[in-house]
């Protein structure tokens, strides 16, 4: 199971980004996917994710109505589309599979390499 993401970068208060995460070794209906993010100096929190099945998003209250989850199964990849980034968005966002931990969830059984997102100006 690898989880590979990208799309991380500099972008002002206001700006939008789009990370992906390829993922290799299952399928986006094998597991639970989604995102996490990581702030300088605090600890892991969920951002966004799907269930196994795909038919339910769960997003945290911060990011709801500026982050959209999407997925594209063909291509084994999910997306997390944020506009309206504040720079309390900055950190470094996971693609991750295998949520547990219920609603949002605590953790999960496998992590990407993350990607750094800074919203500065």
């Known amino acids: 199971v690898q989880l590979q993401a990208s799309g991380g970068g500099e972008v002002q208060p206001g700006g939008s980004l789009t990370l992906s995460c390829v993922v290799f070794?299952?399928?986006?209906?094998?597991?639970?996917v989604g995102w996490f993010r990581q702030a300088p100096g605090k600890d892991r929190e969920f951002v966004a994710g799907f269930s196994r099945s795909g038919g339910i998003t769960n997003y945290a209250d911060s990011v709801k109505g500026r982050f959209t989850i999407s997925r594209e199964n063909a291509e084994n990849t999910v997306y997390l589309q944020m506009k309206n980034l504040k720079p309390e968005d900055t950190a470094v966002y996971y693609c991750v599979a295998g949520l547990f931990g219920g609603s949002p969830p605590t953790g999960a059984n496998y992590w990407g390499q993350g990607t750094l997102v800074t919203v500065s100006s």
């Open positions: 070794g299952f399928t986006l209906d094998d597991y639970a």
